[in-house]
């Protein structure tokens, strides 16, 4: 039986699940590659629909996979199923554009992000449900990072101690990230760059290990153990 969302919440979680997964090798489309025997969109789904006050889920799918990846929610959590574009950015605002009227918190999330936990919904929304217009889950960065030139010298060593990596879901105010969609002139790596770019300051709330992004056949096999 699908996970029933609550009508009286106030989150719209966007899933982004649309990406070819070049990286993983040849296959089907990321979302759709198995981990534990179900598609990682499966996964991310789940978890999210598990979260607190989620109204709504519209997930950015493959355009030729879009009726399978309904099929394979329907017995997940209720959502809208949408094509996704040719870029994060495209899909992100196809699923945007698709968001029913009511909830006023919106959520990003990477359908490669299968297994961060509700708990990590639940406070990214928290945040900005206490006034933040941009909330971002972030890790320290815990590697030495140097400055490298075309020529493969290095240049210089980063102060590691003011770097964050950062993971999804990102939590915005609607009217921001809908304003921050219809102005947005750059492709951006994700939708706080594009906030901002409106000036807009962005909230970090700490991020977890589980949220890790799969993106390469290692990945997918760290997942898999977890």
Do not use: N, W
């Not at 519209?58 to 017995?75: H, I, K, M, N, T």
């Not at 809208?80 to 196809?94: D, F, K, L, N």
């Not at 217009?133 to 590691?160: N, S, W, Y």
């Not at 990596?165 to 706080?192: C, I, K, N, Y």
């Amino acid at each position: 039986m699908a996970a029933q969302l609550d009508p009286r919440g106030d989150i719209a979680v966007l899933v982004v699940a649309a990406g070819l997964g070049i990286r993983l090798g040849a296959g089907a489309p990321k979302a759709l590659r198995l981990l534990r025997g179900e598609p990682l969109v499966v996964h991310a789904v789940r978890r999210v629909a598990a979260a607190g006050r989620v109204a709504a889920i519209v997930v950015a799918a493959p355009p030729d996979d879009r009726e399978a990846v309904r099929e394979l929610l329907a017995g997940v959590a209720p959502v809208i199923v949408v094509p996704g574009g040719a870029t994060r950015q495209e899909s992100v605002a196809a699923a945007l554009a698709a968001v029913p009227p009511g909830p006023e918190i919106v959520l990003v999330h990477d359908a490669a992000r299968a297994l961060a936990p509700p708990s990590l919904v639940d406070s990214v929304a928290e945040a900005v449900r206490s006034g933040r217009a941009a909330v971002i889950p972030v890790l320290p960065v815990v590697d030495t990072v140097k400055e490298v030139d075309a020529d493969g010298m290095v240049t210089g060593t980063v102060d590691r101690a003011a770097l964050r990596a950062v993971q999804t879901p990102q939590g915005f105010r609607r009217s921001v990230l809908t304003e921050a969609h219809a102005a947005a002139v750059d492709a951006l790596t994700d939708d706080a760059g594009l906030v901002e770019k409106l000036g807009v300051r962005v909230y970090c709330v700490p991020g977890s290990a589980y949220a890790m992004k799969i993106t390469s056949p290692f990945d997918l096999a760290v997942a898999e153990s977890l």
